[in-house]
């Protein structure tokens, strides 16, 4: 076992201490700790702003605005949605009793294949559930041009898409719905923490009352809401990190320059590069293990990286449709999934954060160039 000082897949962005504990001074001073407080309402706007967008509506974490949302559409039936995700993707439609059917991604961007999703609607398909995978923006027009003909909702997962803009404008807008996750290991954090995207006043208005047990007023409980609102705590914590998230993406961004121009003559070693138009947020920096070309197998080269205390993750691996739970599903099978099995059995996330010194990031590089 190597002795050199661990290099971690990611670190949270923290906000400076001092300054958070005047906001925490504020929060005791008013005794208001959670219940639509001024911090909660100030992130909401602060956020909308930031990242462009009309409505947003913050959560207590990344999933519940997921089955809040198919709650909010009355989703129901079948949705249509990736296998190549972190778990929370497939277990909202669970837990709304809806089933999944899990379509192909893309090689080119490990997004929802849009040419794959029409085989795959029936007449009890309400939706499409797709993933912005790694930030990386789906063909939303193309899979806007399928909901349409078919009368489908779109909810788009975003958790990895905080402050992704597409031709200046937020990749949030697109679909009916589209969800954030504010958890410690992305861009952006509140701890823990997420939030909903919406077009209009009157669907922010409906998802505050669900995130708040249904209530609409003092005594008018309008649905079976759940509780999901963001405390004071986490939201001036929030406000805080609102303020050196740009800094942080700039960070990421000199890593994965860097990532790119090292790795890009290596034989079996494949990874994205920028879109045009699109203004990133370096969320993950993926690379792509052809065991043949390079000499190793992912698997190899994940545990030696280990084993030098460089800790890759294989995300996402194994696929969602390979869990107990789904693996049964007709549309769980490798031969339905072929670029997302394959896929799966290659990546590796490589350590990418805003604290990575030029020397970490050389480390890395070190166990992987040859
Ligand atoms: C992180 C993540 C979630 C869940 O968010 P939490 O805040 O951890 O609940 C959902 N979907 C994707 C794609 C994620 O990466």
């Known amino acids: 076992?190597?002795?050199?000082?661990?290099?971690?897949?990611?670190?949270?962005?923290?906000?400076?201490?001092?300054?958070?504990?005047?906001?925490?001074?504020?929060?005791?001073?008013?005794?208001?700790?959670?219940?639509?407080?001024?911090?909660?309402?100030?992130?909401?706007?602060e956020l909308a702003d930031y990242l462009k967008v009309p409505y947003i509506s913050v959560f207590t974490n990344?999933?519940?605005?997921?089955?809040?949302?198919?709650?909010?559409?009355?989703?129901?039936?079948?949705?249509?949605?990736?296998p190549y995700s972190?778990?929370?993707?497939?277990?909202?439609?669970?837990?709304?009793?809806?089933?999944?059917v899990f379509v192909?991604?893309?090689p080119a961007t490990c997004n929802l294949d849009p040419a794959k999703i029409e085989a795959a609607i029936t007449p009890?398909?309400?939706?499409?559930?797709?993933?912005?995978?790694?930030?990386?923006?789906?063909?939303?027009k193309a899979i806007q041009a399928i909901a349409?003909?078919?009368?489908?909702?779109?909810?788009?997962?975003?958790?990895?898409?905080?402050?992704?803009?597409?031709?200046?404008?937020?990749?949030?807008?697109?679909?009916?719905?589209?969800?954030?996750?504010?958890?410690?290991?992305?861009?952006?954090?509140?701890?823990?923490?997420?939030?909903?995207?919406?077009?209009?006043?009157?669907t922010k208005k409906r998802i505050d009352y669900l995130k708040n047990f249904g209530f609409a007023g003092e005594t008018e409980v309008v649905a079976p809401g759940i509780n999901s609102k963001m405390d004071e705590v986490r939201a001036a914590y929030g406000l805080l990190n609102l303020k050196q998230v740009d800094a942080a993406i700039e960070a990421r961004r000199r890593v994965a320059v860097r990532y790119r121009e090292a790795l890009r003559d290596v034989p079996g070693i494949t990874f994205f590069d920028d879109m045009p138009g699109v203004r990133h947020n370096y969320s993950y920096f993926p690379v792509f293990v052809d065991a043949e070309q390079y000499g190793m197998t992912r698997d190899e080269l994940y545990f030696k990286m280990r084993e030098h205390n460089v800790w890759?993750?294989?995300?996402?691996y194994p696929l969602i449709s390979t869990f107990s739970t789904y693996r049964g599903l007709e549309s769980a099978t490798r031969e339905n999934l072929p670029v997302a099995t394959r896929i799966a059995e290659q990546v590796i996330c490589l350590p990418m954060h805003h604290e990575l010194s030029e020397e970490d990031v050389e480390r890395v590089l070190g166990l992987i160039v040859r």
């Not at 958070?20 to 001074?25: N, P, R, T």
């Not at 499409?128 to 789906?138: A, D, E, N, Q, S």
């Not at 996750?181 to 009157?202: C, P, R, W």
């Open 124 to 140: 009890r398909t309400t939706a499409i559930m797709p993933v912005h995978c790694y930030g990386k923006p789906c063909d939303t």
């Open 148 to 202: 349409d003909k078919y009368g489908l909702k779109v909810i788009y997962d975003a958790a990895h898409a905080f402050g992704v803009e597409v031709d200046g404008e937020s990749l949030l807008n697109a679909g009916d719905l589209s969800t954030l996750s504010f958890h410690a290991t992305k861009v952006y954090n509140t701890v823990e923490g997420g939030a909903l995207i919406m077009h209009d006043e009157q």
């Open 1 to 45: 076992m190597d002795s050199q000082k661990t290099i971690t897949v990611t670190s949270p962005l923290l906000p400076d201490l001092e300054e958070f504990h005047g906001l925490l001074k504020e929060i005791w001073a008013s005794k208001w700790i959670t219940n639509n407080g001024s911090f909660h309402k100030r992130l909401e706007k």
């Open 86 to 100: 972190f778990v929370a993707t497939t277990h909202s439609l669970w837990w709304n009793g809806i089933k999944p």
């Open 312 to 316: 890759g993750r294989r995300y996402f």
């Open 62 to 82: 990344g999933t519940l605005p997921l089955i809040t949302a198919l709650q909010a559409l009355r989703v129901n039936g079948e949705v249509i949605t990736t």
């Open 104 to 106: 192909d991604i893309d």
